[in-house]
């Protein structure tokens, strides 16, 4: 039986019946596994060097029944073979290249990307002795111009973290297997509710689950997607490297899923919504949103995604002491960094990024730009305090 998204949202990775005739899956709280005497350790071994797909552990770095669940919930919402979860997006991110890509070996990264994944490869990956070619996400040409005899992958992000440039996953891929090259997407910002990459052929995807998968701004993990045979060369990496997600954040996490399609459709329409009155407002110079026509990438986005997500960056008419007043007259959202949650959160992106003016300006981030991370207030309440915030400044 295939069910629908929201369906699936509910029930898939869910054990049915579950211990103790829970309803809901257990936190299984434990660091380790125990065997009942060295037979039972010989037929694990056995059986985990046959290959064998084991639910049994034998410690918690390498598996957790609550992670379990979790990853088979988000496996069938992207719809890929398996998912493996991690404790932060970075650490998935960082677990994956590291698995992918060897000394020597080249990377082609989208430059729109955020930015500590950018760091990650000029900081990190060069030091290991990988190269990363940027080119810019909306230039097919400078993307297959990169491809060198000892490139590996191509990585981007879509939506992008803060100006929501779209990649053309279609043609993305077409680069990449032009060349045999694995093709990773971090979909954070668009959600399996609104874009599923691999049925766009892409390889592998990842989200920070910290964000709109968890949805309530309580916990931090990541998560990938794809097939067998590449998750299995990334969980011998994560069980290397260590970012496994505590089994208290996988149930946060597995609740927080169950209501994705429901909150992401919300923040779909209130998000669309507030970018179109941003626009008609004076005090806003521009508004980034892939679904205002505007948008240069509109028809990309909406050949592509199902909704346009739920964050909208927008430019204030006027410096950056205008845009933070425009920040401390709102009254509804927070102010901080993330997305993804139900409450909204709003940032001006370089207040967090660096005090010195040269940092800013080279992390490529305007002084007058907003992000706002729509929630899942009434949208009424919050274009009514955005209005008084713009009229104030
Ligand atoms: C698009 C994107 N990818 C990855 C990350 C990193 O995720 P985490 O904060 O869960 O490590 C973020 C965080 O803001 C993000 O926005």
Redesign the pocket.
């Known amino acids: 039986m295939t069910n629908q998204f929201s369906t699936q949202a509910v029930h898939a990775g869910e054990e049915r019946p579950k211990p103790h005739g829970a309803l809901t899956t257990p936190i299984v709280q434990t660091s380790t596994y125990t065997f009942q005497d060295t037979a039972e350790i010989l037929d694990f071994m056995r059986r985990k060097e046959a290959g064998d797909e084991l639910q049994q552990v034998d410690y918690g770095r390498y598996g957790n029944p609550t992670q379990n669940a979790v990853e088979g919930k988000v496996a069938s919402l992207e719809g890929g073979e398996r998912a493996l979860l991690f404790a932060?997006?970075?650490?998935?991110?960082s677990t994956t290249l590291g698995a992918l890509l060897s000394a020597g070996d080249h990377l082609i990264m989208a430059r729109e990307?955020?930015h500590?994944?950018h760091d990650l490869a000029v900081d990190y990956m060069t030091r290991w002795g990988i190269e990363t070619t940027f080119v810019p996400i909306d230039d097919l040409a400078a993307m297959a111009a990169a491809v060198r005899p000892e490139t590996r992958a191509i990585f981007s992000?879509t939506p992008?973290?803060p100006y929501l440039s779209i990649m053309d996953l279609p043609r993305m891929v077409e680069v990449a297997r032009a060349h045999d090259l694995a093709t990773v997407v971090?979909s954070?910002?668009a959600t399996p509710v609104n874009l599923r990459p691999l049925d766009f052929g892409a390889d592998l995807v990842?989200?920070?689950?910290?964000?709109y998968l968890g949805g309530h701004n309580d916990l931090?993990?990541?998560i990938v997607v794809g097939s067998r045979s590449l998750l299995a060369q990334i969980e011998e990496a994560r069980g290397v490297l260590g970012g496994v997600a505590s089994p208290h954040d996988a149930y946060l996490l597995l609740r927080g899923l169950k209501t994705l399609d429901l909150r992401v459709h919300r923040q779909n329409e209130s998000a669309q919504r507030l970018a179109q009155f941003l626009e008609g407002h004076t005090a806003v110079h521009r508004v980034y949103y892939p679904g205002l026509t505007s948008h240069p990438q509109h028809d990309l986005a909406r050949e592509q995604m199902s909704g346009f997500g739920g964050v909208v960056s927008f430019d204030i008419d006027g410096d950056i002491d205008r845009t933070s007043s425009f920040i401390d007259n709102l009254r509804v959202p927070y102010i901080g960094?993330?997305?993804g949650g139900v409450e909204s959160i709003v940032q001006q992106p370089v207040m967090l990024l660096s005090l010195d003016p040269a940092e800013r300006e080279a992390a490529g981030l305007k002084d007058n730009l907003v992000r706002y991370a729509v929630g899942i207030e009434d949208p009424e309440d919050l274009i009514a305090d955005l209005n008084q915030a713009l009229d104030g400044i």
């Open positions: 932060s997006g970075m650490s998935a991110i990307v955020y500590r994944t992000e992008t973290n971090d954070t910002f990842i989200h920070s689950a910290t964000k931090l993990a990541g960094p993330t997305l």
